[in-house]
């Protein structure tokens, strides 16, 4: 029987130079169970998520499939390197290498550009035909219906928290300058079948979850659709989180549905306090005098809000960032993160900064988040860069995430979002005192 492996690499932490260790994987990603659910039925399937998983380079295999999120993709390079010293054949994915593959294609002997649903199994077949991989399989989806339900198994079987992932739909309709999913989508929405969701919904909750997480990018782009699947998850009686913009805020109705159906948490990209930013990054369809309200409004409902945050736009100052501490301890956000914003390769942000000649360099190791890697408006970058972190360390001091957790009132209306907020937050601040941008996966 012909075996793949697949790998989740983790990413190296900026002070040790060693690959970032958890206890348990709390957010579990999708696209290895249900790429197992696509492999031929001759075919075994490993699988190993290096953030709680040592991999044994020596274990016999025919194929190794890497994929590559974010900073991460240096991990992928290397644990790459090392299977094709002991001669096994690598084909690397994931959205860093669809939208660089000039940058890891010398490390691999075949690419997965894009949606893997079709590629993989030929990838597979073309081997067990040939031996050998095409250079490159781009194969994308235009339809999300017919997937077969995800071999979750592949995650029960290892260290995890309290919930399994579900997907809905996949891109986003907005087209925001400095964002990944931008660039590979362009603004196209894909949804599956609202039953089709509910069957993965139902399996999870016969594996013994009350839990489970949309991991949609923007599971509110379509209100009548959501409004829909709401409707037919509130009955399994589970609690669910997911992401999506602070525009689900202006549509009341909608919004009390999903907390009746069950939505305990929901990630939002606020990005800046600055409206100049955030109308320079073309996100000026969210406007900064009516956050504090829309978040009230969500919160009100009892979901907990995980707020993605980035400073280093045009419009930012020392002042703004001072600010955005302030308006993240007053509205009692539980879960902030932050990041320098960065130009991505590929997006259209990453373009502009590169034809105004305000990169640094090109050296991509260094693009992390937490790197200025560009010439910011306002500031010197060392200074933003010291800001970044002096904005983690207010924010996450044991005082602020005391506040912002078990002090806050929603803590009483959903005590396991918020429970969870605090420790998620413990960890943060491990990494942020290591000097390393906080990550939980």
């Not at 793949?4 to 970032?20: D, H, R």
């Not at 579990?28 to 169970?33: A, E, H, K, R």
């Not at 009341?252 to 939505?263: D, Q, T, V």
């Not at 309200?293 to 001072?322: N, P, W, Y």
């Amino acid at each position: 029987m012909p075996k793949v492996i697949l790998i989740q690499p983790t990413q190296y932490g900026s002070k040790t130079g060693e690959p970032c260790k958890q206890s348990r994987i709390f957010l579990p990603g999708l696209v290895f169970p249900l790429l197992a659910s696509y492999a031929p039925e001759n075919w075994e399937v490993k699988v190993y998520i290096e953030v709680v998983d040592t991999i044994d380079f020596d274990e016999e295999c025919d194929i190794v499939g890497i994929g590559a999120m974010g900073h991460a993709v240096f991990r992928a390079i290397d644990i790459a390197k090392e299977f094709r010293k002991r001669g096994k054949k690598v084909f690397m994915g994931g959205y860093m290498v669809s939208i660089m593959p000039d940058f890891v294609k010398e490390h691999c002997d075949s690419l997965v550009i894009g949606d893997g649903e079709i590629s993989f199994p030929l990838l597979l077949r073309d081997f067990e035909s040939t031996g050998e991989l095409k250079d490159v399989y781009d194969n994308q989806l235009e339809s999300l219906e017919n997937i077969p339900l995800p071999k979750y198994e592949i995650l029960t079987q290892k260290k995890i928290g309290y919930m399994l992932p579900v997907q809905a739909g996949r891109g986003c309709p907005h087209l925001c300058s400095y964002c990944s999913i931008a660039c590979l989508y362009k603004g196209k929405y894909l949804f599956r079948p609202v039953d089709d969701v509910i069957r993965d919904i139902k399996r999870i909750k016969e594996l013994g979850f009350k839990r489970f997480i949309l991991i949609d990018d923007n599971i509110a782009s379509n209100p009548d659709y959501l409004s829909e699947l709401a409707d037919k998850i509130k009955p399994l009686k589970m609690q669910w989180a997911s992401q999506c913009s602070i525009l689900i805020a202006k549509n009341e109705p909608l919004l009390k549905k999903i907390a009746a159906s069950g939505c305990s948490m929901l990630s939002i990209g606020l990005e800046s306090l600055s409206q100049e930013g955030l109308n320079s990054l073309r996100k000026g369809w969210v406007r900064t005098n009516e956050m504090t309200t829309l978040i009230k409004r969500i919160q009100h409902q009892g979901i907990a809000i995980a707020s993605e945050m980035i400073i280093g736009t045009d419009g930012d100052t020392q002042e703004s960032i001072k600010a955005t501490a302030d308006f993240i301890i007053k509205n009692k956000i539980p879960a902030p993160k932050f990041y320098i914003l960065t130009p991505l390769p590929g997006t259209d942000f990453y373009k502009e900064m590169k034809s105004k000649d305000r990169l640094l360099h090109e050296d991509f190791s260094q693009y992390t988040a937490a790197s200025c890697v560009f010439k910011p408006m306002n500031f010197q970058p060392k200074q933003l860069e010291s800001s970044y972190f002096n904005l983690y360390k207010r924010v996450y001091s044991y005082r602020n995430i005391i506040y912002r957790t078990l002090l806050n009132m929603g803590l009483f209306k959903n005590p396991l979002a918020y429970l969870f907020a605090f420790f998620g937050n413990l960890v943060y601040k491990k990494s942020i005192r290591h000097g390393d941008a906080p990550n939980i996966l």
